[in-house]
């Protein structure tokens, strides 16, 4: 499982970014897909997922700012975030689980800087 993630950048407080990742390779195997976010000094943390049948877990920080979307079509999650604030800053990471072993998969991580 491959996964290429797009999107991030520098963003004034209040503004929005969208951040997308598309899976490729063995995609039969992904049940949950996602985001995590490590900023400087701390331990990465879930921001979002959202299972293949559709069910979404949003990290508290983020609830009702951040919309976390799947096109299984395109095997490609969406992650829109609203009202951006200082603290999202962070390298965020895109995540895949495996169904049957639960192995994660990782993409290249992007950055998202939010600061006037």
């Known amino acids: 499982v491959q996964l290429q993630a797009s999107g991030g950048g520098l963003v004034q407080p209040g503004g929005s970014l969208r951040l997308s990742c598309a899976a490729s390779?063995?995609?039969?195997?992904?049940?949950?897909m996602g985001w995590y976010r490590q900023a400087p000094g701390k331990q990465r943390e879930l921001v979002a997922s959202v299972t293949n049948g559709g069910s979404t877990n949003y990290a508290d920080s983020v609830k009702g700012r951040f919309t976390l979307s799947r096109d299984n079509v395109k095997n490609t999650v969406y992650l829109q975030m609203n009202s951006l604030k200082p603290e999202d800053t962070a390298v965020y990471y895109c995540n895949a689980q495996n169904r049957w072993n639960g192995r994660d998969y990782w993409g290249k991580g992007t950055q998202v800087t939010v600061s006037s």
């Open positions: 390779g063995n995609i039969f195997m992904i049940n949950e």
